[in-house]
């Protein structure tokens, strides 16, 4: 069947306690009806947000040395003639390709990768490689194309010097050390995690377990790496109530070195009186409740955290920010592709989570007046691209992290996943989804 295809962008993931959403190839390939008839090689690190980095190695015509060019790479979603979104493919398209090395005669701009889903394997892998976006999403017979996946300990000094030199920041961070570790103050700080979670809600309630279970994971897998001791609290099921979130705040007592994470998964709604732009969250313990009363704004629970004084406070909710009568919207899930486990690098760790200028960040799903799109099977796509985006931050393929470049990350995914995703019946471009994460940063305490 003929196919559309429509822009999709998505960010990075990694870890010593590996973090499976990262994944690293190499791939062959030659376009034989090409008049130099040149075989092409390439490193390509595909990050669990869906962006993607990837260097091409060849040697030109008339050339002893090799070529090295390296891009961006960019997911971009399949969507077949009645515009829905077709998980089971997808591609990547080259972004702002450059010369690394070699003469240069003529730049080459690499072709365009596609991936399928493998039944067997359960994961998207690589099927072929076009030329660009506008041929067929099907292999011309006379290509040749190969694909290895790598894990990470295979990821040895000599494949990757092939592609990267030992003075290039992606070697270094990959073989020498991982930095070092917490001193014995350090060794002290405690990370508060509260995690407040509808997961009885009939509607969206799976989605919510989902970010729950995400959000646990993410934190307590960099805190564990770390060296970091977590003091959990989790409000979801039967304990769920405005009372219990107000006692969790109330009865934090955080040191000045300390970590304070307040994640939120749920309805959210706008209060007609109230024209602040976050979000009010919903917390009743029973529908039937009155949701004006049973409810808290993110904005009074962020200045209530940062009150306590900590070094880092993160405030997030994964809700929609829209009149109470508006339900949430539910788009297509994402298929995986495997992971090569790729390990986090404690210096990145450090520069978010450690960083000697107090921080205080405030997060959430949607802008005023927006709904925040979600699919039972994986959660919502805000929560999905910003653990995604942090695991991949943390990880040995980043150099100087910050948690703006972060959320800009999981903006940029956010919006395109919801893009593809509509918010009513029936499907027609009118009622695609718009949903723009928005966030503010508060520098000191």
């Given at each position: 069947?003929?196919?559309?295809?429509f822009?999709?962008?998505?960010?990075?993931?990694g870890?010593?306690?590996?973090?499976?959403?990262?994944?690293?190839?190499?791939?062959?390939?030659?376009?034989?009806?090409?008049?130099d008839?040149?075989?092409?090689?390439?490193?390509?690190?595909?990050?669990?947000?869906?962006?993607?980095?990837?260097?091409?190695?060849?040697?030109?015509?008339?050339?002893?040395?090799?070529?090295?060019?390296?891009?961006?790479?960019?997911?971009?979603?399949?969507?077949?003639?009645?515009?829905?979104?077709?998980?089971?493919?997808?591609?990547?398209?080259?972004?702002?390709?450059?010369?690394?090395?070699?003469?240069?005669?003529?730049?080459?701009?690499?072709?365009?990768?596609?991936?399928?889903?493998?039944?067997?394997?359960?994961?998207?892998?690589?099927?072929?490689?076009?030329?660009?976006?506008?041929?067929?999403?099907?292999?011309?017979p006379?290509?040749?194309?190969?694909?290895?996946?790598?894990?990470?300990?295979?990821l040895?000094?000599?494949?990757?010097?092939?592609?990267?030199?030992e003075?290039?920041?992606?070697?270094?961070?990959?073989?020498?050390?991982?930095?070092?570790?917490?001193?014995?103050?350090?060794?002290?700080?405690?990370?508060?995690?509260?995690?407040?979670?509808?997961?009885?809600?009939?509607?969206?309630?799976?989605?919510?377990?989902?970010?729950?279970?995400r959000?646990?994971?993410?934190?307590?897998?960099?805190?564990?790496?770390?060296?970091?001791?977590?003091?959990?609290?989790?409000?979801?099921?039967?304990?769920?109530?405005?009372?219990?979130?107000?006692?969790?705040?109330?009865?934090?007592?955080?040191?000045?070195?300390?970590?304070?994470?307040?994640?939120?998964?749920g309805?959210?709604?706008?209060?007609?009186?109230?024209?602040?732009?976050f979000?009010?969250?919903?917390?009743?313990?029973?529908?039937?409740?009155?949701?004006?009363?049973?409810?808290?704004?993110?904005?009074?629970?962020?200045?209530?955290?940062?009150?306590?004084?900590?070094?880092?406070?993160?405030?997030?909710?994964?809700?929609?920010?829209?009149?109470?009568?508006?339900?949430?919207?539910?788009?297509?899930?994402i298929?995986?592709?495997?992971?090569?486990?790729?390990?986090?690098s404690?210096?990145?760790?450090?520069?978010?989570?450690?960083?000697?200028?107090?921080?205080?960040?405030?997060?959430?799903?949607?802008?005023?007046?927006?709904?925040?799109?979600?699919?039972?099977?994986?959660?919502?796509?805000?929560?999905?691209?910003?653990?995604?985006?942090?695991?991949?931050?943390?990880?040995?393929?980043?150099?100087?992290?910050?948690?703006?470049?972060?959320?800009?990350?999981t903006?940029?995914?956010?919006?395109?996943?919801a893009?593809?995703?509509?918010?009513?019946?029936?499907?027609i471009?009118?009622?695609?989804?718009?949903?723009?994460?928005?966030?503010?940063?508060?520098?000191?305490?």
């Open positions: 069947m003929r196919v559309q295809v822009l999709f962008m998505l960010g990075l993931l870890g010593y306690i590996p973090l499976h959403g990262q994944s690293v190839y190499q791939f062959s390939y030659r376009f034989s009806a090409s008049p008839n040149t075989t092409y090689y390439a490193f390509f690190v595909r990050f669990a947000d869906g962006s993607g980095l990837m260097r091409v190695r060849y040697t030109q015509p008339g050339s002893s040395s090799p070529t090295v060019v390296e891009t961006d790479m960019t997911e971009v979603a399949v969507a077949d003639l009645d515009g829905k979104e077709d998980t089971s493919s997808l591609l990547f398209t080259p972004v702002n390709p450059r010369l690394i090395t070699g003469e240069g005669r003529g730049l080459y701009t690499p072709p365009v990768f596609y991936f399928r889903y493998n039944q067997t394997s359960g994961y998207l892998e690589p099927a072929g490689v076009i030329r660009d976006v506008s041929s067929p999403l099907e292999m011309d006379s290509t040749q194309f190969t694909a290895q996946w790598i894990d990470y300990g295979s040895s000094r000599s494949l990757v010097g092939q592609y990267f030199s003075d290039e920041d992606f070697y270094m961070n990959l073989f020498a050390s991982n930095g070092r570790g917490l001193s014995p103050d350090e060794k002290k700080i405690r990370l508060f995690l509260i995690i407040v979670a509808n997961i009885n809600e009939p509607e969206i309630g799976a989605s919510c377990q989902g970010d729950l279970a959000a646990q994971q993410t934190f307590n897998s960099i805190a564990t790496y770390m060296g970091i001791t977590v003091i959990p609290t989790v409000i979801a099921g039967n304990n769920y109530n405005k009372k219990a979130v107000q006692a969790a705040i109330s009865g934090l007592h955080p040191g000045a070195n300390d970590i304070v994470i307040f994640y939120y998964s309805h959210g709604f706008r209060k007609p009186s109230d024209k602040r732009r979000p009010y969250i919903d917390l009743r313990a029973k529908p039937q409740d009155d949701y004006l009363s049973q409810s808290l704004h993110l904005e009074d629970i962020f200045t209530a955290i940062k009150n306590k004084g900590a070094r880092l406070n993160l405030v997030m909710s994964d809700c929609c920010n829209t009149p109470p009568e508006i339900s949430n919207a539910t788009g297509s899930k298929s995986p592709t495997k992971g090569s486990g790729v390990n986090l404690m210096d990145n760790c450090r520069a978010l989570f450690l960083s000697s200028t107090p921080m205080s960040l405030m997060a959430t799903a949607a802008d005023s007046s927006q709904r925040a799109s979600s699919n039972n099977n994986f959660g919502g796509f805000f929560s999905y691209f910003f653990t995604s985006s942090l695991q991949g931050y943390c990880s040995v393929v980043k150099t100087s992290p910050t948690w703006d470049q972060l959320l800009e990350d903006k940029t995914q956010t919006i395109a996943k893009q593809h995703t509509y918010c009513d019946k029936p499907y471009p009118q009622n695609i989804c718009q949903q723009f994460p928005v966030y503010k940063i508060v520098f000191g305490k």
